[in-house]
């Protein structure tokens, strides 16, 4: 067991090398290897999206009659993960990237060709200033110009920056915290003196309260004068139109009372006394008051006072 960790062989002192047989590969034959999509496609057989670092278990050759600085050039093929049509790409050692062959179609790309077309116009550039030498001074002078725009505005940055320098970042942001701490404290004396200001409302209130309950108002603090009701008015003009209404209705009524004539008889002579209808006890008090003849007997008496009553009813 203890071989399988050894990392030397041993090799016997008659041991020879160029005697082991060599095999007889092809120079195109292909490896299995593990590997991630080095950029975003899309397979033109299904339309299925293939992002960049998914990862296949893809076929590796080498490309035949192609090399760059004696530099081999290898070919992976996959498959779609969904209609595992074959999809093949190959290495790009001149641009340091892949170049995308059969199956699909490579997605956002757009730095690529940004730099394929500055390469397309430098190469047309170069052609033209080696037919036209006007040209080459014309470019020449178009590149001086924009060489100085670019180092005015870096001067431009420069004395920025030194403006800049000289203010000091670490007391501002402390005079801000200051002005921060001194409004809230503001705040907070604000807020003591209006709950102070309530609590003394609410207890000057409770003591009015307190000295209208009782007969007296404390002599040694002066009663101050309550403040009047909002509503008060609402019922003060209902008691005041009512008692207008009772006078006036009595007036009335006194102009409807008409007077009643009863007769009364007593003692053999006749006495009339007039009386009015809601009047029963000044009917009583003048038959009380009437004189009576030393001579009258108790039954004319009787009598008199039945009518009496006769006439109130």
Request: with cysteine; net charge neutral; aromatic share 6%.
């Amino acid at each position: 067991m203890s071989e399988r960790k050894v990392l030397n062989k041993y090799y016997p002192p008659d041991f020879d090398p160029s005697k082991i047989p060599k095999l007889k590969l092809p120079k195109d034959r292909q490896y299995v290897v593990r590997l991630m999509a080095p950029f975003n496609m899309r397979c033109k057989t299904c339309g299925e999206y293939i992002y960049k670092g998914k990862k296949f278990n893809a076929r590796k050759e080498t490309v035949q009659n192609e090399a760059y600085l004696g530099l081999p050039i290898f070919r992976f093929y996959i498959k779609c993960t969904r209609c595992l049509a074959e999809i093949t790409f190959k290495t790009d050692p001149e641009n340091t990237d892949y170049t995308m062959e059969h199956g699909a179609t490579r997605n956002f790309q757009a730095e690529k060709l940004l730099e394929e077309e500055e390469k397309r116009v430098q190469k047309e550039r170069e052609d033209e200033e080696l037919n036209n030498p006007m040209k080459v001074l014309e470019n020449r002078t178009k590149d001086s110009k924009l060489e100085m725009e670019v180092l005015e505005n870096l001067q431009e940055l420069k004395d920025l920056n030194q403006r800049q320098a000289h203010v000091d970042f670490e007391a501002m942001l402390l005079q801000h915290r200051l002005s921060q701490e001194q409004r809230r404290q503001q705040q907070e004396e604000e807020d003591e003196r209006e709950t102070a200001a309530l609590l003394e409302e609410a207890r000057h209130r409770r003591l009015l309260e307190d000295s209208d309950s009782e007969d007296e108002a404390p002599p040694s603090r002066p009663r101050a004068a309550a403040r009047p009701n909002p509503t008060a008015i609402l019922d003060e003009a209902p008691k005041t139109k009512r008692k207008a209404e009772a006078v006036g209705s009595r007036a009335q009524l006194a102009g409807l009372v008409v007077p009643k004539k009863v007769k009364m008889e007593a003692n053999g002579g006749s006495e009339q006394v007039w009386m009015h209808s809601s009047g029963a006890p000044e009917s009583r008090k003048a038959t009380s008051l009437a004189p009576q003849k030393p001579g009258a007997s108790s039954l004319s008496q009787l009598g008199a006072y039945g009518d009496s009553e006769d006439s109130d009813s």
